[in-house]
């Protein structure tokens, strides 16, 4: 198998890779296998990136508008949350699928086109899983949490499958006129499941980082049907596998809009966002 390959090789590929395994002291194929690693770790390390597309200061002061498209989104991630433009629902990015989570507590298909003001991705790459087989309630999810993750001073992706025995979410609703985001989230529907199947795709985000994306787990509900899900707001798992991801690094968008280049985002939002998004 091994000489087969070697022997598909272009031969001015084949002779370089073998004169490069004599001055190794390895044989081809161990050189060929040395390399690929090397490469696909670095792939891996390269695209380890939390984009956010806007600072959610911008969203907490009422900017619902913004250019970034699904498809730019997309390009950069294969999971994660954020809204969409008018804060018209929730969004949860699984499996390379968009899914918009209006306000009826519906999940509506998405185009490329449509455009949200805050949304955060990363290609979903996790390097640990946990399955719990009991029943926690949302307090010992968290603590259960905090022990998963070895420094609250990282970014990380977290994504639960499982039957969860109660889910709560929220919906925000569409805005067509200006209302500032803390007052939108005292006026938005809520939804329950009982003994529900289903996913909660989202992260955890450093206090320090509280101007840029939202602090603390933040996750996002979608049932297994793919139907429904929201916001999370409060769950009891019964049966789950948590997988983590931790990222190193992040990559904020600007956007280019003249009421972002104009706003004035020099208030600490940082009261207005815990009372919106907990
Ligand atoms: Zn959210």
Redesign the pocket.
Same mark, same amino acid.
């Given at each position: 198998m091994a000489a087969d390959f070697l022997e598909g090789l272009p031969v001015e590929l084949r002779s370089l890779l073998e004169r490069r395994a004599r001055l190794a002291n390895l044989d081809p194929m161990a050189l060929l296998t040395q390399i690929l690693d090397r490469q696909l770790r670095d792939d891996d390390r390269a695209s380890n990136v939390l984009y956010v597309s806007a600072p959610v200061n911008a969203l907490v002061e009422g900017l619902y508008r913004e250019d970034t498209t699904i498809a730019d989104i997309l390009a950069r991630g294969d999971f994660g =949350? !954020?809204?969409f433009n008018d804060l018209d629902g *929730?969004?949860v990015v699984l499996d390379g699928k968009v899914y918009q989570l209006r306000s009826d507590g519906n999940a509506h298909d998405v185009a490329a086109d449509a455009r949200t003001p805050f949304a955060c991705v990363v290609p979903f790459m996790p390097y640990s899983s946990e399955d719990i087989d009991e029943p926690l309630d949302y307090a010992q999810l968290n603590a259960l949490f905090d022990r998963l993750i070895p420094s609250k001073n990282m970014l990380y992706a977290m994504r639960l499958d499982g039957r969860f025995d109660y889910v709560r979410t929220r919906s @925000?609703p569409r805005q067509d006129a200006y209302k500032p985001l803390v007052e939108v989230a005292r006026e938005q529907p809520e939804f329950e499941f009982h003994d529900v199947e289903g996913s909660m795709v !989202?992260f955890w985000t450093p206090t320090f980082m509280q101007s840029v994306a @939202?602090p603390g787990y933040? =996750? +996002?509900f979608l049932t297994a049907d793919r139907r429904h899900g !929201? +916001? =999370?707001l409060e769950c009891r798992p019964r049966r789950i596998r948590i997988s983590l991801q931790h990222i190193p690094r992040m990559e904020l968008g600007l956007p280019m809009t003249l009421d972002y280049l104009t706003a004035d985002l020099t208030r600490d939002t940082h009261k207005d966002l815990q009372e919106a *998004?907990h």
């Open positions: =949350l !954020g809204t *929730e969004m @925000v !989202g @939202v933040h =996750l +996002h !929201g +916001h =999370l *998004e």
